[in-house]
């Protein structure tokens, strides 16, 4: 599943201002698709955010080409993570399905649970607008890189 390169460490995609400003110690997002990250199995641990926060998700459900779900409760770190009370259940996941004309639609979705309220409220005022940018950003990279890697292999270029 092509969806799965981009995650993790250098595997983002992102805007380069993204890297720099919320993930330096990673450095920049690769600039194709990775195939050493194409071989992902349930189970597997994909970093997340910088080295030093141990976040992670791990490989929950993989059907290629078309099903990909992480799950995590490691993205809580530092004195968050050590307050009684405090937990977050988080599953992401990826649908990919074709249409009639071939074209690939991709469908993110995040279920995330966490406590206690004022946790979930602090997410939704803070985290959901950055989460936004950085679906966005991730999802436009995937989309380049992917259209770049198949119209190198003589695959019909996607319409403008």
Do not use: I
């Amino acid at each position: 599943m092509a969806g799965a390169d981009g995650l993790g460490t250098r595997r983002w995609y992102t805007y380069r201002w993204v890297d720099l400003l919320l993930f330096p110690a990673n450095g920049p997002s690769a600039t194709r698709l990775l195939p050493e990250h194409q071989r992902l199995a349930v189970g597997d641990h994909v970093p997340d955010g910088p080295p030093e926060t141990g976040c992670s998700f791990t490989v929950r459900t993989l059907e290629p080409p078309s099903v990909l779900v992480l799950h995590s409760d490691s993205h809580l770190f530092g004195r968050l993570a050590e307050l009684k009370g405090v937990s977050m259940d988080w599953a992401w996941t990826w649908l990919l399905t074709a249409d009639a004309h071939g074209d690939t639609r991709v469908v993110q979705r995040n279920n995330l649970r966490l406590t206690p309220r004022w946790l979930h409220l602090a997410y939704v005022a803070t985290m959901v607008p950055s989460d936004f940018v950085m679906a966005r950003s991730h999802l436009l990279g995937l989309k380049r890189r992917v259209e770049r890697t198949t119209s190198d292999r003589g695959v019909r270029q996607p319409a403008a």
